[in-house]
């Protein structure tokens, strides 16, 4: 499959809405909030210092995505890139698209300093598990926890 990959543009708000919609869904059964949704997705385009979105095109046509975010480590001096939000429309999957985002991401990683790339998973989700092995990246022995705050439970 030939592929283009392009850094999102506001004209892409709907189908990365849509697609983070579909992977909540998949992965976790979740029913995210639109309106909240589409003003994260728009917080990125708007502010690149929270980082950005990769989109994959196929004819013409965007079938996938992925989002990065930044985490400056002080122990490497440098900062970790984040993937995450990564979604391939159903009928594109296990044609690469996944794979060419990560080779623009980790190309664009390389060329800006960055120490590291990561991205967490679900802990049932075997598949995507191999895919990330098969690109060479490793499980960590970090756990990662959480604490909402009240505020930011009612965004």
Not at 55 to 63: K, L, M, N, R, Y
Request: net charge neutral; with cysteine.
């Amino acid at each position: 499959m030939s592929l283009l990959i392009r850094a999102a543009m506001p004209a892409d708000v709907a189908d990365l809405v849509a697609w983070n919609t579909a992977m909540a869904w998949e992965t976790e059964r979740k029913r995210l909030d639109p309106a909240i949704l589409r003003r994260g997705v728009a917080g990125v385009l708007e502010q690149p210092r929270r980082g950005f979105y990769l989109i994959a095109e196929h004819a013409g046509v965007a079938v996938g995505c992925l989002l990065v975010t930044f985490e400056w480590s002080d122990w490497r001096g440098g900062d970790f890139w984040w993937i995450q939000s990564v979604y391939v429309d159903p009928a594109a999957r296990r044609g690469g698209v996944f794979r060419a985002l990560y080779a623009a991401v980790e190309q664009r990683a390389a060329a800006a300093g960055a120490v590291g790339l990561r991205l967490y998973v679900e802990t049932e989700n075997r598949h995507a598990q191999q895919t990330y092995e098969g690109l060479g990246m490793q499980r960590c022995h970090y756990w990662m926890y959480e604490a909402m705050l009240a505020d930011a439970a009612e965004r």
